[in-house]
């Protein structure tokens, strides 16, 4: 039986995203101090570049949403 698009979707968005937030916590494994050194910066750069790809996933899927038709629209919010 072929798989959806959306079954397609869910199968790969659970496996990336478990994927995703194990790579994350070995990120945070790196804070031990007695195992390694680094600076304040550091830290704020990598979690700046997290923060960073994180809105740009969002983006990304913001974009791709159907745009609204026209009449459903004033002044660019939608009508209830």
Known sequence: MSETSRENFVRLAEKRVARAINDIRL???LSD???YEFSDT???EILAMLRNEVRACGRRFKASR???RAKDQLVGRQLS
Request: aromatic fraction near 0%; charge should be positive.
């Open 27 to 29: 990120i945070g494994n």
């Open 33 to 35: 101090r007695s195992n």
């Open 42 to 44: 550091q830290v704020a």
């Open 66 to 68: 159907k745009p609204r």
